[in-house]
């Protein structure tokens, strides 16, 4: 599998040759040249499904996103507590509650980390995220309303945010045998945005129980070793029990919720090179 290109530096100076106009940058290491060597991140165009109309929540949404440890080996130290849990292999959510918002915040990755949410409206009806929101009703409210309101009463905080995969058919190509689309919750966050705070992993299970919603599978608890990740990285998945498909990766963390200088919040991911390459081939 690529791990990516290797271009050479002489005496300290990249050169690019863009339809043989050749130029040069003096650079050192840490230096940003994706720019100069007219790099860009690849953005797969978002399905019909996952389009909506938005509002402006500035302000009340999170940015949310997950390193690969390849990019960061070091951050765990030999022997630190963590926990693994599997990678599934969906969309991202967040389903979110802020007191000087009169409506639920819900949002993907791409719009929540600019700053919109989608509006509960006719022309959403058929959005996943909506749909996923307003898959299960009880006493005409949602779970995942329900729970918003129960954790802002037991935590005794607000603004918080359930955020979580969708995944089942509709959602991606690896649907782990859900027939339609299912919320997962992999983190709550409590506080403003910006300046809040993450719930220790080894809270979340037990939150997930009391409030009634499932949580993504833990494969492991214990001492960090680089033997550990290779093991639970790979392998079939464990969310429909059966395992239906390989497994996408995992998500790391440490037990206690820290920062990391060079990373910000300590949270990596493993992502298995048999998912990377499942394309043209047989995935079930």
């Known amino acids: 599998i690529s791990q990516g290109i290797v271009i050479p530096i002489i005496d300290g100076i990249l050169t690019r040759n863009n339809s043989n106009d050749f130029s040069s940058l003096s650079v050192k290491e840490g230096d940003e040249v994706a720019?100069?060597?007219?790099?860009?991140?690849?953005?797969?165009?978002?399905?019909?499904?996952?389009?909506?109309?938005?509002f402006n929540a500035f302000g009340y949404t999170l940015k949310y996103d997950i390193?690969?440890?390849?990019?960061?080996?070091?951050?765990?130290?030999?022997?630190?507590?963590?926990?693994?849990?599997?990678?599934?292999?969906?969309?991202?959510?967040?389903?979110?509650?802020?007191?000087?918002?009169d409506t639920i915040i819900v949002a993907n990755k791409s719009i929540s980390e600019k700053g919109l949410a989608f509006k509960f409206n006719e022309n959403?009806?058929?959005?996943?995220?909506?749909?996923?929101?307003?898959?299960?009703?009880?006493?005409?409210?949602?779970?995942?309303?329900?729970?918003?309101?129960?954790?802002r009463l037991s935590l005794n905080v607000s603004p918080i945010y359930l955020l979580g995969e969708i995944f089942g058919r509709g959602a991606q190509d690896l649907h782990y045998g859900e027939p339609n689309p299912t919320f997962r919750l992999f983190d709550i966050y409590i506080g403003q945005p910006g300046s809040g705070q993450y719930v220790d992993v080894d809270k979340l299970e037990n939150i997930c129980k009391i409030i009634g919603l499932d949580y993504v599978p833990t494969l492991y608890t214990g001492p960090y070793s680089k033997e550990i990740i290779t093991k639970y990285t790979n392998g079939k998945e464990t969310i429909s029990g059966k395992e239906t498909h390989l497994r996408e990766g995992i998500v790391i963390k440490p037990i206690k919720e820290r920062k990391a200088a060079t990373l910000g919040r300590v949270i990596l991911k493993s992502v298995s090179d048999d998912y990377l390459l499942r394309n043209g081939k047989k995935i079930t």
């Not at 690849?42 to 019909?48: G, M, S």
Request: some cysteine; charged content about 20%.
């Open 35 to 54: 720019k100069f060597l007219d790099v860009t991140k690849w953005e797969p165009p978002i399905p019909i499904n996952m389009q909506g109309e938005v």
């Open 124 to 151: 959403n009806t058929n959005n996943l995220y909506i749909k996923a929101f307003n898959a299960c009703t009880r006493n005409d409210i949602t779970i995942i309303q329900r729970c918003l309101n129960q954790l």
């Open 67 to 101: 390193e690969n440890i390849k990019k960061y080996p070091e951050v765990f130290s030999t022997n630190e507590e963590i926990s693994i849990q599997e990678k599934i292999h969906g969309t991202f959510v967040s389903f979110g509650h802020h007191p000087e918002v």
